[in-house]
């Protein structure tokens, strides 16, 4: 099961009701962040995200409502009993941008890691054993929408196991993929008790953008695409090319295009004081659109 929760919706600048767009990813006691604009160890608190759990720091860009929080966050993971390592993962800069953001958080009681994308192509990391794919987007500084795929075990049958005269205390390790020995010696194969593969949990995140060609495959089936929503209203298309951004009816069409089972829209401008006035905007050619909230959550199961 992965635990989403975006933490900050907001685009540019923090608001007093909104923070900066982030998103929290956590799947068996180990969290992703993607992005930490201004304030958000703040909002990772207020929705009681566990900074110890936080691995690996995503950044789309270096643009400040997606980066110039981060020295504030390293201090305050320091301050959560963390010691594993953090890996931060950014495009081509990242050292450069780590390196001037952390002149005045220098010594942290654990190690970070950097992880430059050097390249404006499509590629795929694994952390802790979750895939990370990127694509880069077009904005006006080089970013990355990422992918993230949690691999899910297959499907246990016990009637099977049950047959064979396998212990129940031993279905565990079949169903890690382990083959174990019986008491009368024969050895037992997972293939023996599984009925087949499940699907990965897919959860796709890309602001800020344009819509982009390869956009619809990158989010392909996902569970939930989390797109960016800077303008609601329809009239606002030539601003939102001009700013590299998208409408709420983009981000919509892109998730009807890419078959996701949910859109969640965020990154909104601080001028859209009250996005849940679009929802239609997009609900119309995307249903199930939500239109997201600081502290909004879900915890995905697959099918
Ligand atoms: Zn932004
Ligand atoms: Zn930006």
Same mark, same amino acid.
């Given at each position: 099961?992965?635990?989403? *929760?975006?933490?900050?919706?907001?685009?540019?600048?923090?608001?007093?009701?909104?923070?900066?767009? *982030?998103?929290?990813?956590?799947?068996?006691?180990?969290?992703?962040?993607?992005? *930490?604009?201004?304030?958000?160890?703040?909002?990772?608190?207020?929705?009681?995200?566990?900074?110890?759990?936080?691995?690996?720091?995503?950044?789309?860009?270096?643009?400040?409502?997606?980066?110039?929080?981060?020295?504030?966050?390293?201090?305050?993971?320091?301050?959560?009993?963390?010691?594993?390592?953090?890996?931060?993962?950014?495009?081509?800069?990242?050292?450069?941008?780590?390196?001037?953001?952390?002149?005045?958080?220098?010594?942290?009681?654990?190690?970070?890691?950097?992880?430059?994308?050097?390249?404006?192509?499509?590629?795929?990391?694994?952390?802790?054993?979750?895939?990370?794919?990127?694509?880069?987007?077009?904005?006006?500084?080089?970013?990355?929408?990422?992918?993230?795929?949690?691999?899910?075990?297959?499907?246990?049958?016990?009637?099977?196991?049950?047959?064979?005269?396998?212990?129940?205390?031993?279905?565990?390790?079949?169903?890690?993929?382990?083959?174990?020995?019986?008491?009368?010696?024969?050895?037992?194969?997972?293939?023996?008790?599984?009925?087949?593969?499940?699907?990965?949990?897919?959860?796709?995140?890309?602001?800020?953008?344009?819509?982009?060609?390869?956009?619809?495959?990158?989010?392909?089936?996902?569970?939930?695409?989390?797109?960016?929503?800077?303008?609601?209203?329809?009239?606002?298309?030539?601003?939102?090319?001009?700013?590299?951004?998208?409408?709420?009816?983009?981000?919509?069409?892109?998730?009807?295009?890419?078959?996701?089972?949910?859109?969640?829209?965020?990154?909104?401008?601080?001028?859209?004081?009250?996005?849940?006035?679009?929802?239609?905007?997009?609900?119309?050619?995307?249903?199930?659109?939500?239109?997201?909230?600081?502290?909004?959550?879900?915890?995905?199961?697959?099918?």
């Amino acid at each position: 099961m992965l635990d989403v *929760c975006l933490p900050g919706t907001g685009g540019m600048i923090p608001l007093e009701n909104r923070w900066l767009t *982030c998103c929290w990813l956590e799947y068996q006691g180990k969290a992703i962040l993607i992005d *930490c604009g201004e304030g958000t160890q703040i909002a990772l608190k207020e929705s009681g995200c566990k900074l110890s759990h936080l691995n690996t720091l995503l950044i789309t860009h270096y643009h400040a409502d997606h980066i110039a929080g981060l020295p504030g966050l390293l201090l305050t993971i320091g301050n959560s009993g963390k010691t594993s390592p953090l890996t931060l993962v950014g495009p081509k800069g990242l050292e450069q941008v780590v390196t001037a953001l952390t002149v005045i958080s220098p010594a942290l009681p654990y190690p970070v890691y950097l992880c430059e994308i050097k390249e404006e192509k499509a590629g795929e990391l694994t952390m802790d054993g979750v895939s990370i794919a990127y694509l880069p987007l077009n904005h006006w500084v080089p970013c990355f929408g990422y992918r993230i795929t949690v691999n899910r075990k297959p499907i246990f049958n016990p009637q099977k196991a049950a047959r064979l005269g396998v212990p129940v205390p031993l279905y565990k390790t079949l169903h890690a993929g382990q083959p174990v020995q019986l008491e009368d010696g024969r050895i037992v194969q997972p293939d023996m008790v599984l009925d087949g593969e499940r699907a990965p949990i897919r959860v796709c995140y890309c602001t800020d953008t344009q819509p982009v060609e390869g956009m619809t495959d990158f989010a392909r089936g996902a569970d939930l695409l989390i797109s960016e929503g800077m303008y609601g209203d329809n009239e606002m298309e030539e601003k939102a090319k001009e700013k590299g951004h998208m409408l709420f009816s983009d981000s919509a069409r892109i998730a009807k295009e890419c078959g996701a089972k949910r859109l969640w829209l965020t990154h909104f401008s601080p001028a859209l004081t009250k996005p849940d006035a679009f929802s239609e905007t997009a609900q119309r050619i995307f249903a199930p659109t939500v239109v997201a909230h600081d502290g909004i959550r879900i915890t995905l199961s697959g099918d």
